[in-house]
């Protein structure tokens, strides 16, 4: 355990930039998603660009913050789980 607290501690493992992006299904979405985001700003007026982008901006931010979150909750509940089992056992 102690070698993936160092891992951790020494930036050799970010989790956070491995969940779920490495799968099929993510990349064809990811893709989808670009190629209709494109397409749609080529079709709005150019004022309105910019705020569709910041909008989409704020989305991503609305995103990261909820995934950070939940990491944090699933530790939090995870930890609890060991502290529970190693309660009852000893």
Known sequence: MSSIIR????????????????????TQLSNQLNIEQQ???TKLPSNLIQHFDDLIELSLNLLD????E????????????????????G
């Not at 939940?70 to 190693?86: A, D, K, N, T």
Request: negative net charge.
């Open 7 to 26: 891992k951790i501690y020494n930036g050799e493992l970010n989790i956070t930039n491995d969940v779920g992006v490495n799968s099929k299904e993510y």
């Open 39 to 41: 397409d749609f700003r």
């Open 65 to 68: 913050l909820g995934q950070e």
């Open 70 to 89: 939940g990491f944090i909750e699933g530790v939090r509940i995870g930890i609890l789980l060991i502290s529970e089992v190693h309660t009852d056992n």
